[in-house]
């Protein structure tokens, strides 16, 4: 089975001396394009360019298409430049890298970012993930990869789910999850929710972190699959 299987989302890279286009292409079959709102660009050391998400608001609505409606069998990833500085900041629990979130109409699905797994305003330094009901915007679980994360440091995040499991990965390495509250539910819903990088549609606290090739899939990639994305991605990023 190919890379492009079951793919819904795949962010378009971008390269070369000059600024990027104010835009976010997806090339996946499906035409998830989305919608820039403050968005700055940073190239890196080796030509590729990342979004900035530090202003508020600042994020990506790619909508919500039936294709991004997935209750299980889903694979996420994204390129992540932490921040230079990590908040300190009670008023949340995590700053979102990707996710189904739509706090408009209290429709929460699924978020993961960097995370606070402290309500006491400690550095939100941490893979994080919450679940919620997209009825009533209740959580079901919050979980966290008890990790430290470093500053302004390039990661490779990913994350499959398939019937109540979750697996994070960290630079294509399998961790372990701590519990913070709840439980990981044993399907998502499909609601019709937007697909939102950065920050919650509709506003909220940015990540304040740089984030590059965002990638989507209805289905649950392979381990040599997951190890040829890395493998054909980490050079752009420094790694080998």
């Known amino acids: 089975m190919g890379r492009t299987s079951g793919i819904v989302l795949q962010e378009k890279l971008f390269t070369g001396a000059g600024a990027p286009p104010d835009e976010f292409k997806d090339l996946s079959k499906h035409g998830n394009d989305g919608v820039h709102t403050d968005i700055t660009w940073e ?3 080796r030509g590729i360019w990342m979004r900035g998400f530090d202003a508020a608001p600042s994020f990506v609505n790619c909508g919500n298409d039936t294709s991004l409606r997935c209750s299980d069998n889903i694979t996420a990833m994204a390129w992540v430049r932490t921040p230079a500085t ?22 929460r699905v699924w978020i993961f970012g960097l995370g606070n797994p402290d309500a006491d305003g400690l550095p939100s330094r941490y893979l994080f993930f919450a679940f919620g009901d997209p009825a009533d915007g209740t959580l079901e679980g919050r979980v966290y990869v008890n990790e430290a994360l470093v500053e302004s440091t390039i990661y490779h995040f990913m ?15 399998p961790r372990a999850l701590t ?39 209805s289905r ?3 381990e040599p699959e997951r190890t040829n994305l890395w493998n054909s991605q980490k050079g752009w990023f420094g790694y080998g």
């Open 43 to 45: 190239r890196q050391p």
């Open 86 to 107: 990590f908040q300190v900041d009670d008023s949340g629990l995590w700053r979102t890298i990707e996710g189904i979130y739509n706090p408009a109409a209290i429709k």
């Open 159 to 173: 994350f499959t789910f398939t019937g109540g499991t979750l697996v994070p990965y960290i630079n294509n390495q």
């Open 179 to 217: 519990v913070f509250d709840g439980a990981v539910p044993a399907s998502l819903y499909a609601t019709d929710a937007d697909y939102v990088i950065g920050a919650n549609a509709g506003g909220g606290t940015p990540i304040r972190a740089h984030i590059a090739c965002c990638r989507f899939y």
């Open 220 to 222: 649950v990639l392979t």
